[in-house]
């Protein structure tokens, strides 16, 4: 989502991307089916929810990750203006994505559509990240303050609903699809933090035996690489089989 496809692409980035995809797209299924009253699988705790929140986790970090490799390669051929530029115009046009399947998903499910979901949660972070995308270690510590933080905000509930974005939840709040700032930000800056120190100067720091060539990696990668196209497209699908097949 971050990087150009071809050689400016790191394939190990990829293909946990698109095991993420994988997962995400496992949960989505079980989701739907038990939306349609289909099955009546338990996906708010146990194995179901910590598969959802895998995927969720790999794609923000590996968002934070792909920001930093972004950076590291734009601050040798643009101006830090340009930079800051560059950047509020990718967060914003996340961002506008996530309006549009908000109002998507206000149309089908008006009193659970998404609010403040993955696509407005990442194109704000890649605007924030703007000041803390030059650090390593303040980054985890930031990052643990965001994620405390965040836990903590998650066993309340507040009389207001301004602060939704940040994770101060309303009472009896609702929404299919939901990643506030607290505490995802503080995994996107891990994220940030792993891409400097690994991957500093537009280069790996540490070798690692390319397989990217290998069949499943491959398919993985390529999952990896469309990754934005995929989430758009997959839940229409997955809703269209299930219409079909209960008609």
């Not at 699988?41 to 923000?60: E, M, P």
């Not at 998404?114 to 000041?131: A, D, M, P, R």
């Not at 400097?196 to 070798?207: A, M, T, V």
Request: aromatic residues 20%.
């Amino acid at each position: 989502m971050i990087l150009k496809k071809g050689k400016d692409r790191f394939w190990e980035i990829d293909f946990l991307r698109g095991f993420a995809i994988i997962l995400m797209i496992f949960f989505h299924i079980i989701y739907d089916l038990n939306f349609f009253s289909i099955t009546n699988f338990r996906i708010y705790s146990g194995i179901i929810l910590y598969i959802a929140r895998l995927s969720a986790s790999i794609f923000v970090v590996l968002a934070g990750i792909s920001l930093s490799i972004s950076y590291s390669k734009s601050k040798n051929w643009l101006k830090t203006n340009d930079i800051i530029l560059k950047f509020i115009k990718r967060g914003l046009k996340i961002l506008f994505l996530g309006v549009i399947i908000s109002v998507i998903t206000w149309f089908y499910i008006p009193r659970g559509f998404v609010v403040f979901g993955i696509l407005h949660f990442i194109g704000t972070s890649i605007i924030l990240s703007l000041i803390f995308i030059r650090y390593r270690v303040i980054n985890i510590i930031f990052g643990l303050f965001f994620i405390i933080v965040g836990f903590y905000l998650k066993s309340l509930t507040f009389d207001f609903n301004i602060l939704i974005p940040l994770g101060f939840i309303p009472n009896n709040f609702w929404t299919i699809d939901y990643f506030p700032l607290f505490p995802w930000f503080g995994i996107f800056l891990i994220g940030i933090s792993i891409g400097n120190i690994i991957y500093p100067d537009f280069k790996r720091k540490y070798e690692i035996k390319d397989l990217s060539k290998k069949l499943l990696v491959k398919s993985f990668c390529f999952l990896g690489r469309n990754s934005l196209l995929i989430y758009f497209l997959h839940q229409p699908i997955i809703i269209g089989i299930i219409t079909i097949l209960l008609t």
